[in-house]
T-cell receptor, first 113, second 109 residues
C-alpha cells in the first residue's frame, strides 16, 4: 500500500496563476481532508469530504476549491494564486467516523511569488 | 475553535518526563494526538473518546477529562526519537477535527 500520496511535492507559482494539487489514497477511506500548515499556526483545515461526490468547507476555504469525483482522489485547486497562499499543504484521509484517525500524505510545498 | 496547547516548546534530556496539555473552550467528543518530525508529515499517536479514558502507547500515554475539556499527553523516560512537534486535535461531535498550534519537544543527549 502506498497510503496517501500527493502530487507535486514542490511548486512555485506567480501571483494570479492557477494550479491543482492531487491527493490519492489506496486505503478505501471515505473521508479526505486538505490542510495548510504555516509556521506557528498548526494545521488548518481548508476543505474536506465525507464521501465521493461530497465536499464541505473547513476553517480557511477562501481562495480554494476542491473536487472528489472518485473515492480515492481529492483535488485542491487554486484559481488565482496569491502570496498569502504560500504554505505547506497536507492531504489526509480516514476510514470513516467510526475510525477517525487520520493518515497524512507527505505534503506539497507551494511558494507564490 | 482552536484548542490551546501548553507549553509551546520544551527541551528535555534523555530519560526525563514531560507533559503536554490541550484545552478547549467547547465541549469535546474526542481528542486526537499526532506527532510531526521536522520535514515530515504528522503521524497519528492515539485518540481518546469522552468518558475520561486514559490510553498508552509505549511510554507515551494520554488522559482526557471531558468535564474540564482538557487532555494531557505524558511522555515518560524520553528518548531522542520523541523529538518533534506534538499536535492535539479536538472534535465536538458533528464538526471536523481542529488542531492546536503544536508543542515543540526537543530531547537532547
Amino acid at each position: 500500500n502506498a497510503g496517501v500520496t500527493q502530487t507535486p511535492k514542490f511548486r512555485v507559482l506567480k501571483t494570479g496563476q492557477s494550479m491543482t494539487l492531487l491527493c490519492a489514497q489506496d486505503m478505501n477511506h471515505e473521508y479526505m481532508y486538505w490542510y495548510r500548515q504555516d509556521p506557528g499556526m498548526g494545521l488548518r483545515l481548508i476543505h474536506y469530504s465525507v464521501g465521493e461526490g461530497t465536499t464541505a468547507k473547513g476553517e480557511v476555504p477562501d481562495g480554494y476549491n476542491v473536487s472528489r469525483l472518485k473515492k480515492q482522489n481529492f483535488l485542491l485547486g487554486l484559481e488565482s494564486a496569491a502570496p498569502s497562499q504560500t504554505s505547506v499543504y497536507f492531504c489526509a484521509s480516514s476510514y470513516d467516523a467510526s475510525r477517525p484517525e487520520q493518515y497524512f500524505g507527505p505534503g506539497t510545498r507551494l511558494t507564490v511569488t | 475553535q482552536q484548542p490551546v496547547q501548553s507549553p509551546q516548546a520544551v527541551i528535555l534530556r534523555e530519560g526525563e518526563d514531560a507533559v503536554i496539555n490541550c484545552s478547549s473552550s467547547k465541549a469535546l467528543y474526542s481528542v486526537h494526538w499526532y506527532r510531526q518530525k521536522h520535514g515530515e508529515a504528522p503521524v497519528f499517536l492515539m485518540i481518546l473518546l469522552k468518558g475520561g479514558e486514559q490510553k498508552g502507547h509505549d511510554k507515551i500515554s494520554a488522559s482526557f477529562n471531558e468535564k474540564k475539556q482538557q487532555s494531557s499527553l505524558y511522555l515518560t523516560a524520553s528518548q531522542l526519537s520523541y523529538s518533534g512537534t506534538y499536535f492535539c486535535g479536538t472534535e465536538g461531535g458533528n464538526t471536523p477535527l481542529v488542531f492546536g498550534k503544536g508543542t515543540r519537544l526537543s530531547v537532547i543527549a
